[in-house]
């Protein structure tokens, strides 16, 4: 029966359920998993002024608990907690938290609580607990059949993602969600592992998840109207078949992007498409994706205090007519096939247009293009130059005390200490 998979069998599944190396390239990012942890929790520790470290909601009401060892005939409570994420998922509400403990669980799960800004809700890990959310094997074996088998099938039927959120002011975090990309047909649209859909997302806060071998995306915004949300203190890694397939997949206005460690997506890191406004995208590590770091398609975009490292077609790609009056400043890029590039499918009427970069780091052997026509412009302050990273080989991408990025860069409209902030992921400037 589906969900009488055991946690151990599923575990176990999930930590190697096939041919993971089929989809292994040779610009991915293949450190040591302790190197891995090591740097995303230096990135969710990282101290940006004037923002809180903690971007949990405050909340008052209930508390729930779910167990694998619980029944969801019972009550919620810490002594009597629920088995399954579906049955908590559906009874949150608002100014509630649902605590997970440790162990598996499965998905598709679905939130549906709108909730308002002052009584937001949230489903957390409970803290110091590995919480894995993945499919049953039965689940994987009936969508195979439902679809006719085979290793790849011609639809753009999405597969259910582990969790959907229609809800609003939902906070979900520090999950380990495991995709199932090697053992679901591939499709145009495989599986997420968070989606934000039916309109659902405004003021919802996904924070401190790993998130990998997903078939589709990490993290989507399905195009239903989300908007203002925070992604932020993710570890989305080892996601996709083809280039449809991204870290994350924003094309939602005013959302935030902070803090996240995006490895070895099959399309972008961060795709900002089709043409979401004032995207935010600040202090992420986007490393070893088969095609840019980040994708910037929409008006007013602001690409900041990040690194870009050796993705297959370069650092962030400034993507036709819609990308428009941004910036991309402060950024460190360590990119052989180029820091910026620019589309306009051969159409003038599609040229990016009014796009300012400056200020940034490329390190040697990492080139600028020239800027596309349409008032795009590259500014006189990129500096060709040795970031001096502590140990960019083991993943750390702090940079000394005489790095030439301190005290380097330019005021983005973020809060930083000094007089000037530094290029790269600190903020403290001299």
Known sequence: MPGQQTA??????AAAPGNRERFEKPWHITLPREKLLAAWQYLKALEVPGIPVDQRFQITGEAFYVSPAGDDAADGSKEHPWRTLAHAAKRLKPNTVVYLRAGT??????ITAKCPADKPAALRAMPGEEVLVTYTEEWVQDMRAKLGGGEKVDSEHHYPPLISVSGTYVEISGLH????RDRLPQNKYSENGISLA?????????LYNEIEYVGHCGIKEMGHGGRAFLVEGNFVHDVGHTFHDHGTYLPADDVTVRKNLFLNATGWGVHGYSSPKRLLVTHNICAGNDNDGIIAAGPEFKVAHNILFKNKQGGVFLFRSGCRNGLVANNIFVEPAGAVRYDCCGDKKEYPTGNLVDFNC???GTRLAEPMPGENKHGPHNLTADPK?????????????????RGKGMDVGLKFAGQAPDIGLTSGGR
């Open 8 to 13: 151990a069998h599923a575990a176990e599944q």
């Open 362 to 364: 490329l390190a040697p």
């Open 198 to 206: 039916g309109a659902g997302g405004e003021g919802c806060r996904l």
């Open 177 to 180: 969600l495991v995709g199932v």
């Open 105 to 110: 669980y499965f998905g598709p799960a679905e």
């Open 389 to 405: 990273f502590l140990a960019a080989q083991d993943g750390d991408f702090r940079v000394a005390g005489d790095s030439p990025c």
